[in-house]
């Protein structure tokens, strides 16, 4: 049976928390990373929300430029659909992944509609790569327990199973659980 690669999703907090570049903790995801043999994925929202547009006359993104010129984290081409479109149920798997886990996150959030789309990237990032890649299993990484259960509930709703969610509690706590190598590769437990 041929080897399945592990792909590895982080969302706005696991960044916020490990802190700008350059940070020692940033740097010991880099290593982790390398030892793992994978590399990181944000969605385009994750970025834009982690970028700075105050500084400057071109935005910088502090916590993942860095990351992507060394090449062990990618940002995914922007995602389909708008939240102000609404649910098409002739869309793709990706664009309805993203509504469906949107709905779901704002039906448990005590602040609906605040940062739900921009989490649910997360989930249809997740749904994207398994479209695309035929022998991969993913983790993502998020210190928000309601879109931990949306990226393990969600994405095997379009016939993905092979996802687990690592959840951050509390959030600080991804400066020393993240940037290991047990956090980013596949254990059969």
Known sequence: MAKRYTANIADTVMFRNLGKHPSPDLESLQRAVAEAGTEIWVPAAVYHELTDTGSGDSPANPYLDAAIEDGWLRVATPLPGTRSDGFDSSAGQVEQARFVADE?????????????????????????????????????????????????????EFGYHKIKSRYYNPPQTAKTEFPTVESLTWDER
Do not use: G, M
């Not at 789309?117 to 998020?142: G, K, M």
């Open 104 to 156: 779901f996150l704002n039906q448990q959030s005590k602040y609906p509609e605040t940062n739900n789309w921009i989490d649910a990237a997360v989930v249809a990032l997740a749904v994207r790569l398994f479209e695309r890649n035929a022998r991969i299993r993913l983790i993502t990484h998020t210190a928000d327990e309601n879109l931990a259960a949306a990226c393990t509930r969600i994405p095997s």
